[in-house]
């Protein structure tokens, strides 16, 4: 199983408004790259949920409940949509700041490429990631 890291506005879907929902579409994924990851996602992989604008950190878990299909709400045939579960809440919410300040995470599209919205998480990252937030 591969793990994933998804991007949100907290304003606009918390990682809260999730685990309310219980489950959401995952779409309005634009970004090229973005979206070939999100083609890649297979029914039961995991994904971080990671807040963007004044919080900054990875915030909870979350598991891919179906692989990646057209986006119902697009016209484009390009964009495509995925379905996604509430899994745990992280412990601890992992800053960016911290994993800035880890040489670990040099490397990293979280540290690397600021707007990227969909990201695959390298295994080696997962585990560590994982014991930051408490989610291992």
């Known amino acids: 199983m591969a793990t994933f ?12 408004d999730l685990v309310r929902d219980k489950s959401t579409v995952w779409n ?11 083609r890649s996602v297979k029914k039961g992989d995991e994904a ?17 409940a179906s692989a990646a299909y057209p986006d119902p709400e697009a016209d484009d045939p390009k964009l495509v949509a995925v ?9 601890r919410p992992v800053p960016l700041a911290e994993l800035k300040a880890d040489p670990r995470f040099a490397a990293f599209a979280l540290v690397r490429q600021g707007r990227l919205s969909v ?5 080696d990252l997962d585990g560590v990631l994982r014991s930051l937030a408490g989610l291992d």
């Open 5 to 16: 890291l998804l991007k949100t506005e907290p304003s606009e879907y918390s990682y809260g």
């Open 28 to 38: 309005g994924i634009s970004n090229a790259a973005a979206l070939i990851h999100l």
């Open 48 to 64: 971080f949920i990671y807040h963007t604008g004044d919080e900054r950190a990875i915030v909870g878990l979350g598991v891919f």
């Open 83 to 91: 379905d996604l579960k509430a899994r745990r809440k992280a412990k």
């Open 119 to 123: 990201m695959p998480v390298p295994p």
